[in-house]
């Protein structure tokens, strides 16, 4: 098991030393990183596991799950409701290390924590998510764009099936073996990269007019940044540790690029222009409170989402220093069933 290969650095449960770090402010979370509020010396990498899967849809469904344990006989009532409990135990003790670890927004939304590896399942439900919320916009998308056909909803549509039919076929990969399974996750990198472009070009075109339309961009952000994620899990799995990297990077320039630049003072200004109140009243006084309220919640967004895609490849140069290949990092992670994170502890930050 990669557990043992790894020896003490590598670990299954977050130590409690660093989850009373972060709740008591001595560590700070910097997307998939824990470093030292003190000196920024890092602690220690966290990476997404399997358990992921579990968590939204066994939340949605564990009302009708509850209700199987109702079958005729009471030693399959008592069997069904022991292993319901204990499924909807574990959900519940997952979402708690990842509010007490502050990176419950990343594990639910498009950033995702470190490298991707939670499967096509998660991978499609947030690919239904952030079409969605381009479906819903739509109209603000057309307002502040220059050409509607330069969007083209066909073409959009058609980006989010091939961003969900790669997300499969790197799935698959791992069903593989050797040579075919380096060929397709390479074949999902140079489609990963496509897209990650396509979606790239689109988020820069809506931000042209400035960060009072970056709420109409989000979403193509957020499909960068899931094209990203698939692009730097594919080439890991096939080892190639400083492609990986480079991939990495590029998104996180990317990000930097477009969304850098925006802060809160400018997301409040758009919304209290939006708004319109009359200067010097109450009602203005209030909109201004509303307007910076809102600005806080997406300028933490662009953030988290920019920290990510920096720190989305952190932990693989210290795998490459200690020998562990990367697919054997991503592999642990995937085989992973009661942690919806894994740790990877830096040097010196054992306890």
């Known amino acids: 098991m990669i557990g043992a290969t790894l020896g003490e650095v590598f670990l299954r449960a977050v130590p409690d030393h660093l989850k009373a770090g972060v709740t008591d402010g001595s560590l700070r979370v910097f997307g998939s990183v824990l470093r030292s509020a003190t000196n920024g010396q890092i602690a220690g990498f966290m990476q997404e596991t399997s358990f992921l899967q579990n968590l939204l849809p066994s939340m949605m469904s564990a009302g009708s799950g509850l209700q199987l344990a109702a079958v005729p006989g009471q030693v399959g009532q008592l069997v069904q409701g022991e292993i319901i ?15 007490q670890l502050g990176v419950a927004d990343l594990a639910m939304n498009a950033a995702g924590i470190g490298i991707s590896a939670i499967g096509f399942s998660v991978m499609s439900m947030k690919i239904d998510q952030v079409k969605r919320v381009v479906e819903s916009i739509s109209g603000d998308i057309v307002a502040v764009s220059a050409k509607l056909d330069e969007l083209q909803r066909d073409a959009i549509d058609a ?36 897209g990650q472009t396509r979606f790239e070009q689109r988020a820069a075109r809506v931000l042209v007019g400035g960060p009072s339309h970056y709420l109409a961009a989000d979403p193509f952000l957020d ?63 209030l909109a201004q409170a509303e307007a910076n309220v809102a600005a806080r919640i997406t300028a933490g967004k662009i953030r988290r989402r920019e920290a990510a895609s920096a720190t989305r490849a ?38």
């Not at 574990?90 to 990842?98: D, F, Q, V, Y």
């Not at 540790?241 to 200004?269: K, N, V, W």
């Not at 140069?317 to 642990?332: S, T, V």
């Open 159 to 194: 980006d989010f099936a091939e961003l969900r039919s790669l997300s499969k076929a790197f799935d698959e990969g791992w069903r593989l073996s050797g040579d075919a399974a380096v060929r397709r996750w390479h074949e999902v990198a140079r489609g990963a990269l496509s």
């Open 314 to 351: 952190a932990p693989l140069a210290l795998l490459e220093q200690r020998a562990i290949p990367a697919r054997d990092w991503l592999a642990a992670a995937r085989e992973e069933i009661e942690s919806p994170v894994i740790i990877l502890l830096a040097e010196g930050s054992q306890k």
């Open 223 to 285: 499909a960068v940044s899931l094209a990203n994620a698939l692009r730097v899990a594919a080439l890991a799995a096939c080892n190639e540790t400083s492609a990986a990297q480079e991939a990495a990077i590029d998104g996180a320039r990317s990000f930097e690029r477009m969304t850098g630049p925006i802060g809160m003072a400018d997301l409040s200004l758009a919304e209290l222009t939006k708004r319109k109140p009359e200067a010097g009243t109450t009602r203005w006084a």
């Open 85 to 99: 409990l204990a499924g909807v135990q574990r959900i519940e003790h997952g979402m708690r290390l990842l509010t």
